[in-house]
């Protein structure tokens, strides 16, 4: 079997790049010949990679669909692992043809983009072609049956996580030294993923200022890539509110680094919100579960994807979007059953395996 996967990047510094890279990796394992059209070059992979153009005009996006037409040729199944562009080029490479096409129901730019009047018909188009819609969570699959999306094709999939690297002593001691931050504070609270209101890191830091009576020692280490201004307004309300030596942002981290934070914190805080003006949300919180593998428990928003990482009341607890004391609350209900919770975390991961994800996927393939 061939299968074209069609993607923005395996990029592993985004999250994007990393659920793509663990599809790809993972069909590879099981014995599927992949073929990816993204944009940038995945490293570290024996794979037949094509470019893909950003789809910053519509010059582009022809050319992209050319490309994806010329590529489904000789494939057996088109997958594309996310709704827009990458369902609608799809849809374009299999039309006329008797190709299996399947697409991810993933999050922001699986829905969103159907409440546009243009994309919104592309987008539709390619739902209906689809021979099967893989949504990621089940909040996914309630946001695209909301706009109208065939109940008949959608199923929900859950997410794998790849294993990150342990570290020696040596590496351990070397990003302890690198980071600058003080490790012997408790508790510490890590954040992983875009620095935005969308991902809640202010809501989590007001928590923080909250819980700091109980906890002087407190750190929160928010990591990703920062909106400036969203940063800047943290930075500001750490320094008004006397929060200035219990918060931290990092940039530019690797899998080795980010295996060290996971070793390191206390636990994992995901406190999303969903902007439903524009139809963001967080669609499943793959963060959560890489912080399993370390047994680290996670406190996240109800009422978006995350309530399927997150197992209520066993591996963490969900908390109401954008309220600082729920978030507090639960916050400090984890760090005082802590075993308990930690415990949890750490037999949860194991059902979060590629290999369950992929089969699923190939069963389909096949059906």
């Known amino acids: 079997m061939k299968v074209l996967v069609i993607t923005n990047t395996l990029y592993q510094r985004s999250g994007s790049g990393r659920y793509s890279r663990g599809v790809v990796e993972n069909l590879q394992r099981a014995g599927v010949e992949v073929v990816v059209l993204c944009e940038q070059k995945p490293g570290g992979l024996n794979i037949e990679w094509h470019r893909l153009l950003l789809h910053d005009s519509l010059v582009s996006f022809l050319r992209n669909i050319v490309t994806a037409r010329r590529l489904a040729r000789s494939v057996d199944v088109v997958h594309a692992l996310d709704g827009w562009p990458f369902g609608v080029y799809g849809y374009a490479s299999i039309f006329g043809t008797s190709k299996k096409f399947f697409i991810n129901g993933v999050g922001t730019y699986s829905v969103a983009p159907l409440y546009s009047l243009w994309l919104g018909s592309a987008m539709r188009r390619a739902y209906q072609a689809a021979d099967g819609i893989f949504c990621i969570s089940a909040y996914a699959k309630s946001q695209l049956l909301l706009a109208s999306v065939s109940t008949s094709k959608t199923t929900v999939v859950h997410l794998g996580s790849d294993k990150l690297p342990v570290l020696s002593p040596e590496?351990?001691?070397?990003?302890?030294?690198?980071?600058?931050?003080?490790?012997?504070?408790?508790?510490?609270?890590?954040?992983?993923?875009?620095?935005?209101?969308?991902?809640?890191?202010?809501?989590?830091?007001?928590?923080?200022?909250?819980?700091?009576?109980?906890?002087?020692?407190?750190?929160?280490?928010?990591?990703?890539?920062?909106?400036?201004?969203?940063?800047?307004?943290?930075?500001?309300?750490?320094?008004?509110?006397?929060?200035?030596?219990?918060?931290?942002?990092?940039?530019?981290?690797?899998?080795?680094?980010?295996?060290?934070?996971?070793?390191?914190?206390?636990?994992?805080?995901?406190?999303?919100?969903?902007?439903?003006?524009?139809?963001?949300?967080?669609?499943?919180?793959?963060?959560?579960?890489?912080?399993?593998?370390?047994?680290?428990?996670?406190?996240?928003?109800?009422?978006?994807?995350?309530?399927?990482?997150?197992?209520?009341?066993?591996?963490?607890?969900?908390?109401?979007?954008?309220?600082?004391?729920?978030?507090?609350?639960?916050?400090?209900?984890?760090?005082?059953?802590?075993?308990?919770?930690?415990?949890?975390?750490?037999?949860?991961?194991?059902?979060?395996?590629?290999?369950?994800?992929?089969?699923?996927?190939?069963?389909?393939?096949?059906?």
């Open 171 to 367: 590496e351990e001691e070397k990003y302890r030294d690198e980071l600058l931050i003080d490790w012997q504070r408790f508790p510490v609270i890590l954040t992983v993923g875009d620095i935005k209101n969308r991902k809640g890191q202010l809501d989590t830091l007001q928590a923080v200022e909250q819980l700091k009576k109980k906890y002087p020692q407190i750190l929160y280490i928010a990591v990703g890539t920062s909106n400036l201004e969203y940063v800047k307004g943290m930075h500001s309300y750490a320094a008004s509110h006397g929060l200035t030596s219990n918060f931290s942002t990092i940039s530019n981290i690797d899998d080795k680094k980010l295996s060290f934070l996971y070793s390191t914190c206390t636990l994992v805080a995901l406190n999303s919100n969903n902007n439903e003006i524009r139809h963001h949300f967080e669609g499943f919180g793959l963060v959560i579960v890489e912080g399993y593998q370390f047994g680290k428990p996670a406190v996240g928003s109800r009422d978006c994807g995350i309530e399927d990482a997150i197992v209520d009341g066993k591996t963490g607890l969900l908390t109401n979007q954008g309220d600082s004391s729920d978030i507090a609350e639960k916050i400090e209900h984890v760090l005082e059953n802590l075993s308990f919770f930690s415990h949890n975390a750490r037999m949860q991961y194991a059902t979060f395996d590629w290999r369950n994800t992929v089969s699923e996927y190939i069963a389909a393939y096949k059906k």
